[in-house]
């Protein structure tokens, strides 16, 4: 065992020098520095036939924490407020006083109601444009209970979108590795860091988790399977049974990981041939294979341009870890690194823009982006201690990565600009190998 986790491990990290460049060109960055909106939240009222009051202000309280997940959002308290604290029935004659909120700095106004379902309760809510008084969404959720939560952060991602044109992400969640159970399992988180729960319990070492397109699957790299590594999925959406992927494929070769093509159809994973790791394709159960690499070098770490045309991998063909590109048929492989002696892990945001990846610098590493004619090449985190495993939020705004700069290893996020850095894990043991899944309605 031990052999064959140092083999995947040589496969996946090399060790070399990095030096800086003293000048590098601009970085263009569609998120601001600071906040541009503000929003004010009433306290929803409560119109069941047994009102629970607190439940429309714990509401408020997790559609402003989720509102404020957004870095381009700002939520006003409630003590600033003007106009009243709970709104009014949104069927009332007259809307609200915009002039009430304009005047403490609001642009946005969320009013709503909770009121009993026939399997639950179902929250209906509007959005206004106060500064031209002009309601921009009604809409509304249906759950449980215990969905209270959920539904805030769908709110909350809902004022993100009629404002900027895109949604918000406080309704994503995150998968990663953590060992808090004295084995390396998969657990999901929300984007925020709330609702930790395992994934796997399989006792086994596991890692590289990754999201399929529409949410439903999250792919991984165990250990369980004879041994050696090969990868498995984790369903809840009912489509795929979960448990080991390529099965027509032989069981003797190692299977270091696997990622999902944008369409969801196919696996791009690595495997090993003849002791040297090289990309593949096929589908899910391992029919119609595609070998895209054939190098005595290692190949490794794939990643998908965002319409599925394109390819990012690691290779050290030319001597040390670096990018390359290629066509997703493996065709026309092009070096993208050329600063730094040691740059993996690449990840493409989902606009197509950047890809994201890590660098070492002296004897850590850092988070850099570049562009995909790498034309624009740059740090978006440095610490003296290591931030690795870079993974893009679905509105390309922010990226998650695992950092040992608190001496264990935790998941944070941080804006493409470099700020609004969060820690997301607090827990024992080491947290790694974040993804960041798809956005809730993919699902």
């Given at each position: 065992m031990r052999s064959v986790c140092s083999l995947a491990l040589a496969a996946l990290v090399l060790a070399a020098a990095f030096a800086r460049a003293e000048e590098r060109p601009p970085i263009w960055v569609t998120d601001p520095g600071e906040r541009e909106y503000k929003a004010a939240i009433q306290r929803f009222s409560d119109r069941r036939a047994v009102p629970q009051l607190a439940d429309g202000t714990s509401l408020r309280g997790d559609i402003r924490e989720s509102v404020d997940f957004s870095p381009l959002f700002e939520s006003l308290d409630p003590k600033a407020f003007l106009g009243p604290d709970e709104s009014q029935a949104l069927d009332a004659p007259q809307p609200p006083v915009c002039s009430q909120w304009s005047d403490i700095g609001a642009d946005a106004l969320v009013e709503g109601e909770i009121r009993s379902g026939s399997q639950g309760v179902v929250v209906e809510f509007r959005i206004w444009d106060v500064a031209r008084c002009r309601g921009l969404l009604r809409k509304r959720y249906f759950g449980a209970q215990a969905d209270l939560p959920i539904i805030a952060r769908r709110i909350?991602?809902?004022?993100?979108?009629?404002f900027t044109g895109a949604s918000g992400v406080s309704s994503t969640e995150i998968a990663?590795?953590?060992?808090?159970?004295g084995r390396k399992e998969v657990y999901v988180m929300n984007s925020d860091g709330t609702g930790v729960r395992a994934a796997t319990r399989n006792r086994s070492i596991n890692a590289f988790p990754g999201w399929a397109p529409n949410g439903d699957e999250v792919v991984y790299t165990s250990y369980r399977h004879g041994g050696q590594p090969t990868l498995f999925t984790i369903s809840r959406g009912g489509r795929r049974k979960p448990g080991r992927l390529l099965t027509r494929i032989n069981g003797k070769s190692p299977i270091y990981r696997g990622v999902f093509t944008p369409d969801g159809k196919r696996l791009a994973f690595v495997m090993s041939v003849d002791g040297a790791p090289e990309i593949f394709t096929s589908r899910p159960d391992g029919r119609s294979r595609r070998r895209l690499?054939?190098?005595?070098?290692?190949?490794?770490?794939?990643?998908?341009?965002?319409?599925?045309?394109?390819?990012?991998?690691?290779?050290?063909?030319?001597?040390?870890?670096?990018?390359?590109?290629?066509?997703?048929?493996?065709?026309?492989?092009?070096?993208?690194?050329?600063?730094?002696?040691?740059?993996?892990?690449?990840?493409?945001?989902?606009?197509?823009?950047?890809?994201?990846?890590?660098?070492?610098?002296?004897?850590?590493?850092?988070?850099?982006?570049?562009?995909?004619?790498g034309q624009v090449n740059e740090p978006i985190v440095t610490h003296p201690r290591s931030d690795e495993s870079p993974s893009w939020a679905p509105d390309g705004r922010s990226l998650a990565f695992s950092s040992n700069r608190r001496g264990t290893a935790d998941i944070y996020?941080?804006?493409?600009d470099g700020r609004n850095l969060r820690r997301l894990t607090a827990s024992s043991g080491n947290n790694t190998s974040p993804a960041w899944g798809p956005f809730p309605g993919k699902r």
């Open positions: 909350a991602d809902d004022v993100v979108r009629e990663f590795i953590s060992d808090r159970s690499t054939e190098h005595s070098a290692i190949d490794i770490s794939p990643s998908y341009s965002p319409d599925g045309s394109r390819m990012a991998f690691v290779s050290d063909r030319s001597g040390s870890p670096q990018l390359y590109l290629m066509d997703a048929d493996g065709n026309n492989p092009r070096r993208l690194t050329f600063q730094g002696a040691y740059n993996t892990g690449p990840a493409w945001s989902p606009d197509g823009r950047w890809i994201a990846y890590e660098s070492r610098v002296g004897a850590q590493f850092d988070v850099w982006i570049i562009d995909p004619e996020t941080i804006g493409l």
